[in-house]
């Protein structure tokens, strides 16, 4: 299974630097090369839609406490047939731990981002990661919306950009703050 525009929205996409556009040209190699790319099934690896979901003041992120991972990351998960993009999947994830409707994607990606993991199937492979950042509705008092854990979640919480939990993913969850609130700016999205 080939996600539809998954190509397209990473050759479009203006990545934040070498190490990024090092990364899509990579992922673009892959989608070229493997049969099932965005399939849980192909072994090697498998693209991912995930999003980092700001509140509307973008001084607070929604994170979710990762059952196998163990630390606090940002919202995601595997492509669907019937997801119409990489970032359709980021947002029907996004949507589905949260809770939260009406979530506004930014335009493209944010950040990539490729990890080792077990995934359901219980084989060892490798998640290609494709982020985005999305923005929830404001509320009437300013404070972000109240989420809804879903089941593939042991804990999820609002936490402040400056103030993230000890357990976060340190290695990337920062980076794709900062790349997010910057993409959603830049589009108008956020403050």
Known sequence: ?????TRAAL???AAPG???DSLRHAYLAFLDAAPNPCERACVPGHLTGSAIVFDATGEHVLLTLHPRVGKWVQLGGH???EDTGIDAAAL???TEESGLPDLVLSPGPVHLHTHPITCSLGQPTRHLDVRYAAVAPSTADGTPPTPVRSSESTDL???PVDALPAEVDAESVPTLIAFGRSALRDAGLLP
């Open 157 to 159: 919480a609002w936490w």
């Open 11 to 13: 050759a479009e996409w």
């Open 1 to 5: 299974m080939m996600i539809p525009n």
């Open 92 to 94: 029907r994830e996004a």
């Open 79 to 81: 492509c669907e047939p």
């Open 18 to 20: 070498a190490e990024q």
